[in-house]
């Protein structure tokens, strides 16, 4: 599938694994702290799918974790 030309959205990134690792640790802490407070169910869920998909891509087992 062919990137827009006005599309501002890039159809790949790349991370250094250093980085990959902070953004996964942002997103877990975010998640944490939406579930403490009871808040955004649908947005825990789509956070919990971007955690998911980075686990895969860092070779990480479902749960996270060593693999």
Known sequence: ????????VPLRVV???DEAFRVL?????ALLE???AGAAPGLR???ATVIRVLHVH???????GAP
């Open 1 to 8: 599938m062919p990137e827009e030309p006005h599309d501002p």
């Open 15 to 17: 991370l250094s694994l």
């Open 25 to 29: 640790e942002g997103l877990e802490d």
């Open 34 to 36: 939406l579930e403490l």
């Open 45 to 47: 869920d789509e956070l």
């Open 58 to 64: 860092l070779g990480f087992s479902e749960g996270g």
